[in-house]
């Protein structure tokens, strides 16, 4: 898709060795335990220097399984990155993000697999296909246990294929992780929807694992917001990733203050809106999205307009301005609302018993457990809303969590 | 400004002591001259002998960690050019260039009418000085030339006497380092009647081997054979091997020292270990001729901040405080000190203390560096994204030196990223200095 150039483009091989060679290989590195999957960082880039790539993704997978995808969407500046001891030598940190997408491309183009261990004879249900059931799948298939993803979507892999920013991952890339995992046996069933078009019997299954992630965006609350030009961020980022882009006008605003409204302003502004503007109802300092994505987005020409509430879209038949109390008009052609996912557990939950906390699932930080204890849990349906690698980090302990409760 | 300018082995005059290494860098007199032109005091030409025939490939290398080049290997002989063309090029560069100095490497068969007749045509065509070349490890040695004559002090002694027998001008003799004691065959050339040295020629080596095709480097057609290695990786060889003949009683004579110059303080090290000269081809072929600027610049920068004025003024400085481990001081005393608000938080110290030396760096809490990493991973069942990170080092990850414990190796130093951070420092133990030798006359008297 043009107009979609890439954020961080890779490394030329030479130049990662000369940053691999920049890293101080600390003891009981400051990097690794900002990382919410603990890769050994100073491991696998002291591989990369010794030219040992299938070893440094071997090192990276065997922590996160999502290396690929995390090594491209990790907001590194307040993790890894963040943490590296270069900043107290007012030095550039290592760019461990871009190394490690050294490996992980290096992985893919020479047709890496993953270990799988001796079959166990057990057997776990996913529900959803988003990076926590991918984590939580991988590592009970390394521990031999066959695993079963069911997802209600056509393709795999959650928001990794249907709402990251195009500028930051693909869903071709995100085709590369879901296909490592059926290669390594994980099975596969999408369009299958639990509670929906598909029944699980949970007796079919030793544990279950729920990784549903978030559902739609919340609704705005205001006169015209189902009116022709008004969308949710969610369907607009999937749309123009996976299918064709949504009807948009010259001139878009988006609501919100949060990763997910930038991600959607930023690329309407990629895909051609001339004036994108978004609006926040509190202040710069109060907004969710990191302070990076805030200014990446100014770079790419988004305007701000702070503390402003909408009342009310308005229109003929379709868009033509969101009002903001008497004060404030802002013409525009489409409006994007991202105002946060409500929660899509209430179903799963209710049937099986499993206990919830504001819309999200309780589950034992440690184990993933549920007030089902056949069921375990982890990712967005959990924590609210958070990285790719807090998922993968959720799943994976989850599995553990399983792996400890089976024996 | 410092004073560069030299005066070598009883003759051998130029305007500063930097000189292009007999070698690639002084092949051909267009390329001597264009050297002159950007500073350098003098040239060793590519060793003059009966033509040779080379192959292809002739270099290999050694990067350390992305940088290209820390020691270079060759395989390339002596110069493929006729006698007559290098003599006529040398007369040119004299005719052009009178106060630089031109010294010609010579390496012909080992005959006594043969090395009379080389010698009387170079110093014809005007060369200041003659360097034998009874170094080259490769290639040359096989046929009874090079370092076969380097390593046999008597051959050595016998043919530099040939040359004293016909020569006029300054005879230098190259030393192999490829050899038990290089002493040996520096007083067989004194014995000879050598003016002076030149050390080290290169290091027979292998540089390394391709893994794929499992041919050494350099690959000509499959095979490759052992070469001759310089550059910065054999500085530390070269200032050992110029100290030892430097500070031996039965050589005394003038050295132009080899080996891993590339700057101005390896000339510097090299000259307060007693050197008169100093010659470089890695450094030139790695980065051309210019590189001469700053050595010049350089040199005389610092030689004027210390106050010399000329290089007799510190050569030799640093020779008598070598001496044999026995009579070092055992009562002297350092401590390893780390500066808390310097430290950065790499614990680079702590695994090189505990795994490489002498377990006395800790961490507080732990009592070996296992239980910390395992204390590390114990926190992490949960961690929670943060927007603000903070850049300060924990404290907890400050290491701490167990003074009592600590023997003053100072690897801890060595291995710390940050400048002035640890530092090594004396500790008043009380004691008088005693050395070794002290201590067991004093247990056997």
Known sequence: MSGFAELHPPFTPQAAVVEANRCLYCYDAPCTGACPTHIDVPRFIKQIAGANLNGAAQTILASNVLGLSCSRVCPVDVLCEGACVMHNLNKKPIEIGRLQRRAMDHFYESGGRLPQGAPSGKKVACIGAGPASLACAAELRRNGCAVTIFDKKPLAGGLNTYGVAQYKFTPEDSRKEVELLRAAGVEFRNGAEIGGNVNLNDRDFDAVFIGVGLGPTQPLGVPGENMPGVHNAIDFIAAYKTATPLPMGSRVVVIGGGNTAIDAAVAARRLGAADVTMIYRRTEADMSAFAFEYQHARHEGVQFRFQARPSAITGNGKVEAVECGADLRLPCDTVIVSIGQSKAVEAIAAANGIALEKGRVVAKPETGQTSNPKYFAGGDCVNGGREVVDAVAEGKRAAKGILAWLT | ?445
């Open chain 2, 1 to 445: 400004m410092a004073d560069l300018s030299t005066n070598f082995a009883g003759g051998i005059r130029c305007p500063n002591p930097f000189w292009l290494a007999s070698g690639p860098p002084a092949n051909c007199g267009d390329q001597v001259m264009r050297a002159f032109d950007a500073g350098w005091g003098g040239a060793v030409w590519k060793t003059i002998g009966d033509p040779i025939v080379n192959v292809s490939s002739r270099y290999s290398s050694v990067d350390l960690n992305g940088t290209r080049m820390m020691g270079l290997n060759n395989i390339e002989l002596i110069s493929d050019r006729p006698i007559e063309t290098n003599l006529r090029e040398i007369a040119e560069v004299k005719k052009r260039y009178p106060r630089h100095a031109v010294i010609a490497s010579l390496m012909v068969e080992s005959k006594r009418e043969v090395w009379h007749d080389m010698v009387k045509r170079a110093e014809d065509a005007g060369s200041d000085g003659l360097e034998l070349n009874f170094g080259c490890p490769h290639g040359m040695s096989e046929r009874g030339m090079g370092s076969a004559v380097g390593q046999v002090p008597e051959y050595a002694c016998m043919i530099t006497e040939w040359v004293k027998e016909a020569a006029r001008t300054p005879v230098l003799v190259k030393l192999t380092p490829n050899i038990t004691d290089i002493r040996t065959v520096a007083r067989a050339a004194k014995r000879g009647g050598a003016d002076g040295l030149s050390a080290i020629n290169t290091i027979n080596s292998i540089t390394g081997i391709d893994l794929d095709t499992l041919t050494p480097r350099p690959d000509v057609g499959g095979k490759s054979s052992h070469g001759g290695y310089c550059g910065p990786a054999v500085k530390p060889i070269a200032l050992h091997m110029i100290q030892q003949i430097a500070a031996d009683a039965q050589v005394g004579l003038p050295i132009s020292a080899i080996g891993g110059v590339a700057g101005w303080r390896d000339a510097a090290e090299f000259i307060l270990l007693g050197a008169g000269t100093v010659q470089a081809c890695t450094a030139p072929m790695h980065y051309g001729f210019r590189i001469v600027e700053d050595m010049i610049d350089g040199l005389s920068n610092w030689m004027d901040s210390k106050g010399y004025k000329t290089l007799d003024d510190f050569r030799g400085l640093s020779i008598p405080r070598v001496t044999d481990w026995q009579h070092l001081d055992l009562n002297f005393k350092i401590v390893a000190r780390i500066d808390e608000d310097k430290c950065i938080g790499c614990q680079l110290c702590y695994a090189a203390c505990w795994d490489g030396a002498h377990q006395c760096i800790h961490v507080d809490g732990f009592s070996k560096p296992e239980e910390a990493v395992a204390a590390t991973r114990a926190l992490l069942v949960r961690t929670p994204t943060t927007q603000a990170v903070s850049h300060a080092v924990p404290p907890k990850r400050v290491p701490k030196v167990d003074e009592h414990e600590c023997v003053g190796c100072n690897l801890c130093w060595l291995v710390c990223p940050v400048e002035d951070c640890i530092t090594m420092a004396r500790i008043d133990n009380g004691l008088a200095p005693q050395s070794w030798a002290q201590r067991t006359a004093a247990r056997t008297s």
